[in-house]
């Protein structure tokens, strides 16, 4: 059966409009799969998920089982948890600490470093036949440790992770950085994992800055469960960005974020308000942050994601997600819940709490998602429903090019970050290069035709 290689009259950006196929065809699934999981740069999982020699954590990378781990002399890597000599699962925990990873069905033995080390009967069946070297386990091609976040690519030929990132990084690392404004500092105090009936698309666009559906938050926010909720200040957070100019960036790599800028006088607004103690801790952070940064601590983040299938929140709640695919229709989604590692025992407990309120598979936010996107995933299966395109028509050239943040930026809710992540997936499914991917003229082809 011949691969599919319509993706230009699929996903049409110029008029606004894409094609329901992309989110339910099991053959666009597959070369998903082939195209864009074996060369992006993809979210693997933190260091402090794995702090001490021999601690390892199993993840994935597109369908793959991946092992995270850090050898005896504390080097991080990255593995495919499949054994080279019959390609059962070399570790079935999904974290702990080992000095060897042993195949359960044929007992080969490999270091915390990837190398062969015990084959049964070796001299007897293998003596000057079996290289260990070539039969390591399979490591990524790339690894980056970025502010403790761990990310890789198969594709040895991919840029580095920071250019990779593009002008992205400055929003990411809102999520990654200290609260007080020192770089990096994070680490991950809890995991949801669950899966869902959606295509991992829809999660991902939804995190790119999808401001146009809140609406149907509306029951949670007439409740109020943020960290002042208790004190009488309704909706899903506190609004630390009240008087903020909202951004809406869509990036050439395929990234788009949602964020925003503080006036000039940047002052404090109350938060976390339902403890006292925490507030004066928070309040602490916004001033040495303030003083550390100037004029950048202006810059707040709210969501994004980058592309292809990772996802942020920036403050409340604070986080990482990636969105595995399963199937054209099934997505297993996971968070990384993120705090500053020298935040009071109280503040990380506090936060623990907000963010199971807010996220994941209970949390009241993260279900009026999930409805949204498993309903969207169901009702574009029917043959009728896929003769119709899904429109993108949103602020259709409501941006601007020569911001100083990069990208196309706009200042109204718009669906302009869609459009540039499906353009860049366009790309990705059409085998472009690594200039077209990182957003070369020729990458950008839909847009000036």
């Known amino acids: ?88 699962k070399v570790c079935r925990y999904e974290q702990g600490n080992t000095s060897l990873f042993t195949c359960p069905y044929h007992s080969w033995t490999y270091t915390t470093d990837g190398k062969l080390q015990g084959v049964p009967l070796h001299r007897t069946l293998y003596d000057g036949v079996l290289d260990r ?98 004190a009488g200040k309704k909706g899903r957070r506190d609004d630390e960005l009240e008087k903020a100019q909202h951004v809406w960036i869509s990036f050439p790599e395929g990234h788009g974020v ?12 109350e938060s976390f308000l339902d403890n006292p103690i925490l507030e004066k801790y928070f309040r602490h952070c916004f001033e040495e942050r303030k003083r550390r940064l100037g004029e950048g601590a202006r810059l707040l983040p709210f969501v994004g994601t980058i592309f292809p299938n990772t996802s ?40 623990r709490r907000y963010y199971m309120r807010y996220s994941g598979p209970a949390g009241m936010t993260e279900q009026d998602d999930m409805e949204n996107w498993l309903y969207a995933t169901a009702a574009s299966t029917g043959t009728v429903a896929r003769r119709y395109p899904f429109n993108y028509q949103q602020s259709m050239g409501a941006y601007v090019t020569d911001h100083p943040l990069g990208g196309d930026v706009s200042t109204q ?22 200039h077209e991917l990182l957003g070369s003229p020729a990458g950008n082809r839909q847009a000036a035709e």
């Open 413 to 434: 809710v718009t669906e302009q970050i869609a459009r540039g992540f499906y353009r860049r997936w366009t790309t990705y499914m059409q085998g472009g290069d690594w």
């Open 312 to 351: 942020y929140h920036g403050r409340q709640p604070r986080g990482l997600c990636a969105w595995h695919p399963h199937s054209p229709t099934s997505t297993e989604g996971w968070r990384f819940f993120l705090v500053d590692k020298d935040a009071p025992k109280e503040a990380k407990e506090y936060l």
């Open 133 to 230: 070297e070539a039969n390591s386990l399979v490591s990524v091609a790339k690894l980056c440790n970025y502010k403790g976040s761990i990310w890789a690519t198969w594709d040895k030929d991919a840029p580095d992770f920071i250019t990779y990132l593009g002008d992205a990084k400055i929003h990411l690392d809102q999520a990654l950085d200290s609260r007080d404004g020192r770089e990096g500092g994070s680490e991950v105090i809890g995991v949801h994992k669950w899966v869902f009936p959606a295509n991992w698309k829809f999660a991902a666009e939804n995190f790119l800055g999808d401001t146009y559906h809140n609406p149907s938050h509306r029951s949670v926010d007439l409740i109020g469960i943020g960290p002042s909720a208790a």
């Open 1 to 88: 059966m011949p691969l599919r290689n319509d993706f230009d009259q699929l996903v049409d950006v110029k008029g606004g409009f894409i094609s329901r196929e992309i989110f339910v065809d099991a053959d666009i699934y597959r070369q998903e799969l082939d195209k864009i999981f074996t060369r992006a740069w993809l979210l693997v999982g933190h260091e402090s998920l794995v702090p001490n020699p021999g601690d390892f954590y199993t993840s994935r990378m597109g369908e793959e089982s991946v092992i995270l781990c850090r050898d005896k002399k504390g080097e991080i890597h990255v593995f495919l948890n499949s054994c080279r000599h019959r390609g059962m």
């Open 258 to 269: 949602h964020s925003a800028i503080q006036p000039e006088a940047n002052e404090y607004i």
